[in-house]
């Protein structure tokens, strides 16, 4: 069965750096566009970014843009988020998305299947 698998999360400070990983299985990874959403808690889901299936165009939400970059290892079925310049307000569960043919959508309904999600919190 499909799987998406998140790992990377963790307690960090503002300012810091870190990079989450999702690895993909029991689907043909390139056929898939691959989104990060985020929730915090007592809020909705959010969209963060996104990359197409062959990796050329990326998406990213107005408060992430300049600081976050997407991107996907066709070899390792894995995409990556590295997150740079961390806030306070980055505080959330991360979760990975996969969207069948689909070209990068903003919206959590496009997507097919997710993660479990992982945590990220930021220290002030």
């Known amino acids: 069965q499909v799987q998406l698998v998140e790992s990377g999360g963790g307690l960090v400070q503002a300012g810091d750096s870190l990079t989450l990983s999702c690895t993909a299985s029991?689907?043909?990874?390139?056929?898939?566009?691959m989104g990060w959403f985020r929730q915090a808690p007592g809020k909705e889901r959010k969209f963060v970014t996104s990359?197409?299936?062959?990796?050329?165009?990326?998406y990213y939400a107005d408060s992430v843009r300049g600081r976050f970059t997407i991107s996907r290892d066709k070899a390792k079925n894995t995409v990556y988020l590295r997150m740079n310049s961390l806030k306070s307000e980055d505080t959330a569960v991360y979760y990975c998305?996969?969207?069948?043919w689909g070209r990068g959508a903003d919206s959590a309904s496009e997507y097919d299947y997710w993660g479990q999600g992982t945590q990220v919190t930021v220290s002030a």
């Open positions: 998305a996969a969207d069948l």
């Open positions: 029991g689907l043909t990874f390139r056929n898939f566009a």
């Open positions: 990359i197409s299936r062959a990796g050329y165009s990326a």
